[in-house]
């Protein structure tokens, strides 16, 4: 076992394991770091989304990307960063075209999630209204790229029966888009799919078939703010394909 | 705002669905203490269509898709001290929005000439002096005049207008919980 050291939180000290991850020891510690493209035991974290932020060395940094060191002094709450975070999540909302009346994930999304508990009533920037595609080809997922934030957790975080990836980026700069697979989305079992759309952080990914399940009041962040909500995503057994026995 | 005084209150639809000013009427027995703080000038729900003083508050309703839509929403800046985007569609466009990445012509076609309740021999896209001009995209108020205030929602719930109106009134900054700021 490692032995403990010390990190400063908004000048909380804090006893810590080398190389745990920021937003976990904080968590533990009673601090609240919002995330966006992070969840707990993800492994390797994206660090795409960077709502995460914190300062560091006087440096803006992404706190899921960061490891425990000895005597770090981080600054996670100030006026200066809250307004960040606020318009890193503008400038998700601006980016793609999120109508969230219209949209199955809505009360259930991360992204609105955060825009609640940030209190944003309004972007800053100008909306950009991009013209992306709705692909409707597999049978199993409708994929929405007008909502896609390309937070990476599709193509990094998710795998079928034989670990192969089914999600992929294509493009650059403004051009990069997240490609799928039909074809291996299409031999996905149901619970895979299950899995996938639970990843998914916005309503990108959605389930063919399923639409509106629940009212108003009784989705996810209807009534409790993304903070208090603990997000999980255990990964559907691995059966093995039938060619491999 | 001076407190025991009543506040004038002028609201419009432009391109949005009226669902904003139904919830504004969802406030039940509080629209009666209402009465009781604001004065209502130019609004549907009076049927009162232009301004014959300055006034307040302005809630505006629905994004700029036409150019009646400019000019209603040009005089409401002049005549209101203060302007509230209310709900979606004033704020980002709300689903009007969603033809914002089809070209006009097609849009129009789509509608008056390519139906297939449309006679293709008769298909004309209306136009007439008195009928105004679409624009090319559905822009949100904020992009065309200031806006002071953010309510977003589809439609905003009764309480959280109540909220906005009577922060104002009381000559507060408004203050919105958790629960009363929704984008659905």
Not at chain 1, 187 to 192: A, G, P, V
Not at chain 2, 1 to 12: D, E, F, G, P, Q
């Amino acid at each position: 076992m490692k032995k403990k050291v010390n990190i400063t939180i908004d000048g909380k000290s804090i006893s810590a394991t080398p190389d745990d991850n920021i937003v976990e020891v904080a968590k533990a510690n009673g601090v609240y770091i919002p995330t966006l493209c992070f969840y707990p035991d993800m492994g390797k974290c994206l660090g795409t989304c960077r709502v995460c932020t914190v300062k560091w060395k006087r440096h803006h940094v992404a706190a899921c990307t960061l490891k425990v060191e000895e005597g770090m002094e981080l600054t996670v709450q100030s006026d200066e960063l809250k307004d960040l975070r606020k318009a890193l999540v503008e400038l998700l909302f601006v980016e793609g075209n999120h109508f969230c009346p219209g949209c199955e994930k809505s009360g259930d999304c991360k992204l609105q999630a955060l825009g609640y508990e940030l209190q944003m009533t309004v972007p800053r920037f100008h909306y950009r209204f991009n013209n992306r595609i709705i692909e409707y080809n597999s049978k199993k997922i409708l994929f929405e790229h007008n909502r896609c934030i390309l937070c990476k957790r599709c193509t990094h975080k998710f795998k079928d029966s034989k670990g192969r990836r089914v999600f992929f980026f294509k493009g650059k700069g403004c051009h990069l888009e997240v490609e799928m697979v039909t074809e291996l989305v299409d031999q996905l079992n149901e619970e895979q799919v299950d899995h996938l759309v639970e990843l998914c952080p916005v309503g990108a990914l959605l389930k063919k078939g399923k639409g509106f399940d629940r009212p108003y009041g009784e989705r996810k962040y209807d009534k409790t703010p993304v903070g208090q909500t603990t997000e999980t995503h255990p990964k559907p057994s691995t059966k093995k394909h039938k060619g491999l026995l | 705002m001076t407190k025991n005084k009543k506040v004038s209150l002028a609201t419009i639809s432009l391109a949005g669905c009226f669902g904003c000013h139904m919830s504004f009427l969802d406030m039940d027995m509080k629209v009666v203490d209402l009465v009781d703080l604001v004065d209502l000038h130019t609004s549907p729900f009076n049927d009162l269509k232009d301004f014959t003083q300055k006034v307040d508050v302005g809630l505006i309703e629905g994004g700029v898709c036409n150019d009646e839509n400019v000019e209603r929403l040009r005089s409401f800046r002049k005549n209101c001290k203060i302007l509230i985007s209310l709900g979606e569609c004033a704020i980002m466009g709300g689903l009007p929005a969603l033809r914002n990445n089809i070209p006009l012509k097609d849009c129009l076609e789509e509608a008056y000439v390519n139906t297939p309740t449309t006679d293709t021999q008769k298909g004309i896209i209306p136009h007439h002096e008195d009928i105004p001009k679409i624009l090319d995209k559905v822009y949100p108020c904020h992009e065309v005049v200031k806006i002071d205030y953010f309510l977003p929602g589809c439609p905003p719930s009764a309480d959280a207008i109540w909220q906005i109106l009577t922060d104002l009134i009381h000559g507060k900054e408004p203050q919105l919980n958790y629960g009363q700021i929704k984008y659905d």
